[in-house]
């Protein structure tokens, strides 16, 4: 499979735990970005890199929220301290830019439970 | 700020019946526009932009400046058109700002 991927695809934590999610681009994509869904909602943008260059990070994106992307390849989502508003769809996509559409790709997303 | 409105939560038509799923956005400049959309239990895709002026799987959507409005349109749905779909704008930053989103639901 040459799309997008995420792992894990599911994540049940208690609240207060750390959790850390992975998106692995499109190969010869360079930017990469994240996404929040909650329930009812389309998706939020929270953050995008270009290579290993984080770029533009969301109000959404508060202190407990990082994200990295250190080789210019996959990248991690890490939430410290989990809140129950935490819960929701976790959607990573990637594109090249310079490309004719600069189309973002979606992966199949991470679910966060936050219990 | 960038905002998309989907009016309709829930759109259910006919097989056969055209369809229109409205769209509105509010920005200041000149936005890019999408349509994306999301089959049951697959991944959010592209389904068409307006600057390529394609009609992809019979869907159109045509902008309307003046009424910021970036409608999709098809003359005659099918069953296998049932999703969610998601209108988005692009405006001075890669960010997607998306609607809430319309569950289309074609009856047989």
């Known amino acids: 499979d040459t799309g997008v991927s995420q792992d894990p695809r599911h994540k049940i934590t208690k609240r207060g735990q750390n959790v850390t999610f992975r998106c692995d681009p499109i190969?010869?994509?360079?930017?990469l970005y994240w996404y929040r869904q909650t329930l009812g909602q389309g998706p939020e943008f929270l953050t995008y890199?270009?290579?290993?260059?984080?770029?533009?990070k969301s109000r959404l994106l508060s202190d407990r929220f990082s994200a990295e992307r250190p080789k210019g390849s996959f990248s991690t989502l890490e939430i410290q301290r989990t809140e129950q508003g935490d819960s929701a769809m976790y959607l990573c996509?990637?594109?090249?830019?310079?490309?004719?559409?600069?189309?973002?790709?979606f992966g199949p997303g991470t679910r966060l439970t936050v219990l | 700020a960038q905002r998309v409105t989907q009016p309709e939560k829930l759109l259910s038509v006919f097989k056969g019946a055209p369809v229109e799923l409205k769209c509105n956005y509010s920005?200041?400049?000149?936005?890019?526009l999408f349509w994306y959309v999301q089959y049951s239990r697959q991944r959010l895709q592209l389904l068409l932009r307006?600057?390529s002026r394609e009609s992809i799987k019979g869907f159109t959507a045509d902008l309307n400046k003046g009424e910021t409005s970036f409608h999709l349109k098809k003359p005659f749905a099918q069953e296998e058109d049932s999703a969610m779909y998601y209108c988005?704008?692009?405006?001075?930053?890669?960010?997607?700002?998306f609607g809430k989103g319309t569950k289309l639901t074609v009856n047989p």
């Open positions: 996509a990637s594109s090249q830019a310079g490309s004719y559409y600069n189309e973002q790709f």
């Open positions: 190969s010869e994509h360079n930017r």
């Open positions: 890199f270009q290579n290993e260059a984080q770029l533009e």
């Open positions: 920005y200041s400049g000149s936005p890019e």
């Open positions: 307006h600057i």
């Open positions: 988005a704008t692009q405006g001075g930053s890669e960010k997607l700002v």
